[in-house]
């Protein structure tokens, strides 16, 4: 059973990047695809970004596209997701989940495991 832990997330302004993490506690971490979710209060929680296991597939939510990245460091049993051009409609508690098996990857009920979250709130 692998524990995800997410770090990085703060206040940031409008248009400001920033970078968060995802550490898995061991190194089976590089077995499992990673997504990345936010929920915002009052709203479902959705979907924001894939990374497969070995990084070679990514993909991403549409409002994102062209503004986030994913990336892998399986040596750091770490994943990240910088965030560029914020704007205050990315304030989310973000989460990163892992599944064992790619299935439906847009689907959080397709995670076995889940980190805490960070939160990220982008002021005007």
């Known amino acids: 059973q692998v524990q995800l832990v997410e770090s990085g997330g703060g206040l940031v302004q409008a248009g400001a990047s920033r970078r968060l993490s995802c550490a898995g506690s061991?190194?089976?971490?590089?077995?499992?695809?990673i997504g990345w979710f936010r929920q915002a209060p009052g709203k479902e929680r959705e979907f924001v970004a894939y990374?497969?296991?070995?990084?070679?597939?990514?993909d991403y939510a549409d409002f994102v596209k062209g503004r986030f990245t994913v990336s892998r460091d399986n040596a750091e049993n770490t994943v990240f997701l910088q965030m560029n051009s914020l704007k205050p409609e990315d304030t989310a508690m973000y989460y990163c989940a892992a599944q064992a098996r790619e299935s439906n990857y847009y689907a959080a009920r397709s995670y076995e495991y889940w980190g805490q979250g960070t939160q990220v709130t982008v002021s005007l």
């Open positions: 061991d190194s089976t971490f590089s077995i499992y695809n």
């Open positions: 990374i497969n296991w070995g990084g070679a597939r990514t």
